[in-house]
């Protein structure tokens, strides 16, 4: 009997099996990631609460504070593609770059812009009570993360990067 081929049969011989519809399982690093971006939040919490010696739940989703979630996401991803397809990857390099950019903006920018809405507010509270500005809401202060917290993130993506990749 003769073999007969499909359409379906010829597009995988010609652009090989198609992607997996299951995204985590085969894709280690974008699980790594928002594993150590879940960890970095949920950390957050105690971390406040060792700090300021009280609970505050709204940390799980805030930006700023120990450690930085940016960078365990960012430092996990690169790891694991790492790992994965080895240093000379241009996805590895990719990843790494946009890891020590992140991390820059995190410890520079956004850190330094947190500063100056702490001054701003306290500017916007010395205004008399008839000024325009007397009734603006406050800005956020807790955007940036200190060297120490970006360092703590980057310390716990790379510990979830090394412990999936050896437990897959």
């Given amino acids: 009997m003769d073999e007969v081929m499909t359409v379906a049969d010829a597009g995988r011989a010609l652009y090989g099996s198609p992607p997996s519809h ?23 919490v105690f971390t406040n609460w060792y700090k300021e010696k009280r609970w505050d739940s709204k940390r799980m989703l805030s930006s ?21 397809e080895g240093a000379a990857a241009p996805a590895f390099a990719i990843a790494l770059v946009l890891a020590c950019v992140v991390m ?44 120490i917290q970006v360092a703590a993130g980057a310390i716990l993506g790379c510990l979830v990067a090394y412990l999936m990749r050896s437990t897959s």
């Fill in 104 to 147: 820059y903006d995190a410890s520079g920018v956004r850190l330094h812009a947190g500063r100056q809405a702490e001054l701003l507010n306290q500017i916007v509270c010395e205004f008399p009570p008839e000024h325009p500005l007397s009734t603006v809401k406050p800005l956020r202060e807790l955007l940036g993360h200190t060297p």
């Fill in 64 to 84: 700023g504070g120990m450690p930085s979630s940016h960078s365990a996401t960012v430092t996990a991803l690169a790891l694991s593609i790492g790992l994965e």
């Fill in 22 to 44: 299951n995204l985590f399982p085969h894709n280690l690093p974008i699980f790594s990631a928002f594993l150590a971006l879940a960890l970095a939040q949920f950390l957050k």
